[in-house]
């Protein structure tokens, strides 16, 4: 079991910078890889960007060169830095953790923090 708290959502501009975070109760270096998702109202869930426990990085295109994707292992926080933020980038967005079992895959998820950037 992973319980994942996301804090750091809010409202700002375009242009303007958040940073997410996200507390793993459990050590993130053991969790297989962690990410973030998005879902906008009426869309599906997304993935934004990924980091394997290795620290190999994956952005979605729509995000590459504005969001970051970090890990404090010290104290089992994974962040997303989001920068030049846009309107379509309004969403809530979840943390994950994906771990590889002997019986199967599982996936952990925080309960989501709103992030709304006004134009």
């Known amino acids: 079991q992973v319980q994942l708290v996301e804090s750091g959502g809010g409202l700002v501009q375009a242009g303007g910078s958040l940073r997410l975070s996200c507390v793993s109760s459990?050590?993130?270096?053991?969790?297989?890889?962690m990410g973030w998702y998005r879902q906008a109202p009426g869309k599906e869930r997304e993935l934004v960007a990924s980091v394997t426990s290795g620290g190999s990085t994956d952005y979605a295109d729509s995000v590459k060169g504005r969001f970051a994707i970090s890990r404090n292992n010290a104290k089992n926080i994974l962040y997303l830095e989001m920068n030049s933020l846009k309107p379509e980038d309004t969403a809530v967005y979840y943390c994950?953790?994906?771990?590889?079992?002997?019986?199967?895959?599982?996936?952990?998820w925080g309960q989501g923090t709103q992030v709304t950037v006004s134009s």
């Open positions: 994950n953790a994906h771990l590889y079992g002997i019986r199967g895959e599982y996936d952990y």
């Open positions: 459990r050590n993130i270096l053991s969790i297989d890889a």
